[in-house]
């Protein structure tokens, strides 16, 4: 049974600094994908990783996926206040042909 | 926007009323999904339907059953509510067969008195 594992599940940080939500999961897959929750809304896709070593970046987010380690990263540089959200990762096991399997969340808040 | 949307976007009912939640698609998707979402769970599969007629069960479908007649609509029932069953109900969607992401509707609250 695939299992994947976000930490940390909370996470505070202050404006300007830079930290990694990490995504671990549990059997072999090459595809990863990140979602955000804004408080209150739906989730929102974030990055779509299909391979080893995929990175991939958006503004002050980038996700990067070592298949062989099972684990994906998710980095924040300079956070600014607009990044507090929810952040999940969601593994697909079988190519497109079953549903994704998401981790907890994790749910990060930026202070001044 | 995914062209998902779910019908009633709230609801509040009482313990032992049957509650029927739509979700209907226009991009003619073959994969629908019913999650529910509850504060230290994350999200969690509750049923899946991979074609009309077609419906699979996901890891908490106690309580729940599902139905699709036609492409664009899956229905989630919950055939005598109980209080544990108020959560937050999201469907989603997934073209599959390749590296597509799935896209989430916005969701229903539902109370269960």
């Known amino acids: 049974e695939l299992k994947v594992e976000q930490n940390p599940l909370f996470l505070s940080m202050q404006e300007g600094k830079n930290y990694t939500i990490y995504c671990n999961y549990s059997t072999t897959s090459d595809r990863l994908y990140w979602y955000r929750q804004d408080p209150g809304k739906s989730l929102e896709s974030l990055f779509v990783l299909l391979s080893n070593g995929a990175v991939k970046q958006e503004g002050r987010l980038m996700a990067s996926l070592d298949t062989k380690a099972r684990l994906s990263t998710l980095h924040i540089t300079a956070a600014v206040h607009d990044l507090s959200a929810t952040y999940f990762c969601a593994v697909d096991q079988f190519s497109g042909n079953t549903p994704l399997v998401f981790g907890k969340g994790t749910r990060l808040s930026v202070i001044a | 926007d995914a062209g998902i949307t779910q019908s009633p976007r709230h609801k509040v009912t009482e313990t032992g009323t049957p509650v029927t939640l739509r979700c209907h698609q226009t991009e003619n998707h073959r994969y629908m999904y019913w999650y529910r979402q509850d504060p230290g769970h994350g999200l969690r599969l509750i049923h899946y339907s991979y074609g009309v007629k077609d419906t699979d069960k996901g890891e908490v479908s106690d309580g729940y059953s599902v139905s699709r007649s036609k492409t664009e609509d899956f229905l989630l029932t919950l055939e005598s509510a109980t209080s544990s069953q108020t959560s937050v109900y999201f469907c989603?969607?997934?073209?599959?067969?390749?590296?597509?992401?799935?896209?989430f509707g916005p969701g229903t609250r539902l109370t269960v008195l």
């Open positions: 989603a969607i997934r073209k599959g067969g390749g590296s597509d992401t799935q896209y």
